[in-house]
């Protein structure tokens, strides 16, 4: 999961709006999606094992 948020990071800074922003601006925006990321992949993971 934090390999796609690397890899949307990467693709992103080189041709799409991460571009046009600041590189702090883009490392903010980065570390919310993997927090977001990681948050929704524990939330999962405990439905999941209620649900067992």
């Known amino acids: 999961m934090l390999f796609l ?15 046009f922003v600041p590189p702090p601006v883009t490392a903010a925006g980065t570390a919310a ?11 999962e993971r405990s439905a999941r ?3 067992q």
Do not use: E, H, P, Y
């Open 5 to 19: 948020v690397a890899a949307l990071l990467l693709l992103g800074t080189l041709m799409g709006t991460a571009a």
């Open 33 to 43: 999606i993997a927090v977001w990321l990681l948050a929704f992949a524990a939330r």
């Open 49 to 51: 094992r209620r649900r």
